[in-house]
């Protein structure tokens, strides 16, 4: 029986592994989480969403030291992020061990982190360097990764998308869905004006206007129209979707919204510079007007013309993604390595002075 440590970053990334953890159960393999947000006896946290999520699955999920390679003994370690917290920390411990280390590439990544160009604070991250492999989100991503071990999974969380009913756009309410999302303080110098250059224009046409804002948002929004429930509700409920450099674009496409990239703001990533006459880009206001005009009247033709950046971005979006993942998984167990489950006493010193100082919280 194989069994897989997986490291969530943040809460949802648990639901994420959940379809996942059931196709491995059809190869008698198991994943147990590494759970981090809670702190045992200290701090405010009492009880740690991951666990609560998991618990609700009937999934182990067990608070991270260095020992619990030994412990558990994993036959590879999975992680959504490897440049930092927690989750770089339990990467460096099971390279010393020698257990294989993945990495899964679950949406829109600045892999060449170009907001440093603008100026804005942080160091390079080199993201997903330094797990043996890389499970990338679709057929684009392979461009940054030329020296390393990738597999094409796409995002198991995406599989449940083609259960949902896609709506035809000329039956929608004229609604634009925006996307507020300029969280960890990138572009947020800019965010007030992106978001009243969108609904400035939604005001000189005779459509209506919804925002979600993201949990890590920090824009003031006050006197707008607020969206209540979540960012899928808004997508399934709008008949266009403009966001900045985010997932929820190809999330808006998978789920069938046209949507519209605005970046007056000359965003360098170049996942979505390239749209591939899958959806407009527009860089000004009289821009943004103009695409919205154009996907209200021909949204059905940009939805057509999206297949074929989804189908370059996004691999196995037929909800396949979790088997292929497994699948790709069970692989990379059955190759054994001389594994040293043993802890250096280093790993464990470091670790216990990284807790006194909550460096990772």
Known sequence: MYKFLFFPHVPYHVNTFVPIIKELGNHNASIIYSDHLKYYGRGEILESQIKEIADENNILSVPYTPQIFGRERPDALIVMNDWGGWPKRAVEDA???????IGHIEGAQDYLDTHLEHGY?????YPYKKVDYVFLLG????HFFKTKKTKVTGSPR????????????EQANNLVGINCNFSYGLYADIAKQWIDDIVETTESLPVKYKISQHIGDVTDLSGLNIFGDGLYD???ASSVFVSRFSTAIIEALLLGCPAIYYNPHKEMQPTFLDAMGGFPTA?????????LIDVFSNGENWLNQAEKFLDFHVANKDGRSAKVFANELIEIAKDKRKTNYHLPIRSYIKYILESITLKFK
Request: charged letters at 40%; proline letters at 5%; hydrophobic letters at 20%.
């Open 95 to 101: 390279k010393k061990r020698n257990i294989p280390t």
């Open 121 to 125: 604070p942080g160091e390079k991250r």
């Open 139 to 142: 057929e684009y991503d392979k």
């Open 158 to 169: 995406f599989d449940g998308f083609l259960n949902q009913t896609k709506k035809s756009v």
């Open 234 to 236: 808004l997508i399934k």
């Open 283 to 291: 860089t000004n206001k009289n821009e943004l007007r103009e695409a």
